[in-house]
């Protein structure tokens, strides 16, 4: 007989299930990888069986832990050396990890996770981001808001959202970097929605936001596809997610603005007072 579940607050919240699946990760790894991908792979990630118990189980997650604190609790815990950056965002910044770990180093944090969108986000900034005292934040978020992932929003309440993470990042000292967001065709799992004029939309006031906040704008869509462009088909196998080959020319733009970013809190900081 299965146990009845918590509710109320508690001193630790049960993490299990909270990260990717073993399947999920594996099918990742193919993804990004060289080469055509294993067709058994294809076959049990397009099986309808699959999708309905991986719905299953996000229902079940978002019930209980709906922005999934649990996800990198344990590994925030565990963060001892002095933090450089953070990168909050979604399936962009997760897979991210997974095709070049080397980035994700030397006090570069990834705090992705697949599927996410921005409110869900704004309520693991301050365990996710914040309480790691990083020097830099980098956000990249706005697909799932457009797919509505988490139910409709307006393209207000994605703003909202980003403004809130800006806020909340600039009250404790940390700098802001705001990733571009490159055109998309069509979600596969929400094939009801014609996503490339609202992410053009968000894309030009993430550009106008950071122009106008001295904060750096990472130029994704510049290097993934042009301007307005879907992303080539040579970043990418489902017109959606970058594969290791569009990730790593994504980098040296991730790297110029943590650079531009960083260099300008040192500036900031050797400023003197007034």
Known sequence: MSSSPVIGMVDDLETSGSGPTDEEILFVKAYLAEGPMDPLLIAVATDPRYATERAQRMADLRAR????????????AAVT????????????????????????????????????TSPQMLLRFMADVVA????????????NDVAGNTGPSTPQDYKNNLLAMITLAQAHGIRV??????????????????????????????????????????????????????????????????????????????????????????????????
């Open 132 to 143: 790691l005292k990083p020097r830099c934040v980098h956000i990249l978020a706005g697909a």
């Open 177 to 274: 970097i705001l990733g571009g967001l490159t055109v998309i065709k069509a979600f596969q799992w929400a094939p009801g929605i014609a996503p490339a004029g609202r992410l053009t939309e968000l894309d030009s006031w993430i550009r106008a936001t950071a122009a106008a906040r001295g904060l750096s704008y990472a130029d994704y869509p510049s290097v993934l596809a042009g301007a307005g462009e879907p992303i080539r088909s040579e970043f990418t196998r489902d017109g959606v997610h970058p594969t290791a080959k569009g990730y790593a020319v994504m980098r040296p733009v991730a790297e110029a603005a943590l650079a531009r970013a960083l260099d300008a809190g040192e500036r900031n900081a050797g400023a003197p007072t007034r």
């Open 81 to 116: 050396a002095p933090t450089k950056a953070v990168l909050i965002g979604d399936s962009y910044t997760e897979f991210w990890q997974a095709a070049d770990p080397d980035f994700f180093s030397n006090g570069i944090v990834g705090r992705g996770i697949s599927g996410q």
């Open 65 to 76: 832990d709906w922005p999934n604190l649990g996800q990198y609790r344990g590994a925030n």
